[in-house]
């Protein structure tokens, strides 16, 4: 069973082990020989890790660069709905009747018909 890319690294990274592969092979119905395979994972991850540093760069990259992407989309896209709101709060005869809440800093009264 395979697991995930974070903990095959941190095998890696963990304390020096020696990763060993055996291939038998046969000649007819007889064995004839064996390939033993050994790898130090100490210097698997370094022939790996300059490749792992590019590519998190590539993906950090690309994250901030689709952020900002979709800031600037967004942002053009609202715009003419922001200018409509405008238009129809200026429009509207309701606007001006709707109570609006007392600010922070203005003294809390209940509205009269002299404010609209």
């Not at 600010?103 to 509205?111: C, E, H, K, N």
């Amino acid at each position: 069973m395979q697991r995930n890319f974070l903990h095959q690294v941190k095998v890696l990274a963990g304390p020096s082990k020696l990763f060993e592969l055996d291939y038998p092979f046969n000649k007819g119905s007889k064995p004839f020989g064996e390939v033993r395979v050994v790898l130090n994972a100490g210097l698997l991850l370094n022939e790996i890790s300059p490749s792992l540093w590019t590519s998190g760069t590539i993906a950090l990259l690309a994250v901030v660069v689709s952020t900002l992407l979709a800031a600037i989309v967004s942002g053009a896209t609202l715009a003419p709905l922001r200018d409509i709101a405008k238009q129809l709060d200026r429009i509207s005869p309701l606007a001006n009747m709707i109570p609006r809440l007392p600010t922070p800093r203005a003294s809390p009264r209940a509205p009269t018909n002299s404010d609209s």
